[in-house]
């Protein structure tokens, strides 16, 4: 496959991030005691994107600022563009930060959005007991997926309007 100029800093972006999920998330486990990284995998496949999009490689770091040693401002260090930096930006929760709070932030990020949606959905699907989600926090998520959509609908309303 023959890359531009742009195409090949997309993919040498998204090579970066997979590593750097790769070894932060190394031995780290998710709620139903899978790999994180893994969770990782299926966000970023669920988009269903090619790897010199920019959702692919948000998808592989949406999780390592909030969740590992990783702060925003090394992202620049490893070569990610200001694009890259800004939706991890956005999909990151603060501490202390109210979720409703978090999910209208997220919401004006169209990238960012996308990639919460899939990581929604990742944490939506049906997992093998005892590790199924709590009804509380399923309907926290299919709420937080329902207001992302929603302006999802806005945005291309508006585009075609």
Do not use: C
Not at 53 to 69: G, K, M, N, P, Q
Not at 71 to 94: E, K, N
Not at 122 to 140: Q, V, W
């Amino acid at each position: 496959m023959w890359y531009n100029e742009a195409d090949m800093s997309a993919h040498l972006s998204y090579r970066i991030a997979y590593t750097l999920a790769q070894v932060l998330l190394r031995g780290r486990t998710d709620k139903a005691g899978l790999p994180e990284f893994e969770h990782a995998l299926r966000v970023r496949e669920a988009l269903q994107v090619p790897d010199t999009d920019i959702r692919a490689t948000v998808a592989l770091l949406h999780d390592l600022v909030e969740d590992t040693d990783l702060y925003l401002t090394q992202l620049a260090s490893f070569g990610f563009s200001p694009a890259v930096i800004a939706s991890v930006d956005a999909i990151t929760r603060r501490s202390g930060e109210a979720y409703a709070d978090y999910i209208d932030r997220v919401a004006l990020d169209p990238v960012a959005r996308d990639v919460k949606l899939a990581d929604l959905q990742d944490h939506l699907r049906p997992m093998t007991p005892p590790f199924e989600l709590s009804p509380s926090l399923a309907e926290r998520y299919r709420k937080a997926a329902a207001r992302l959509h929603y302006e999802t609908q806005r945005t291309l309303a508006s585009r075609s309007a």
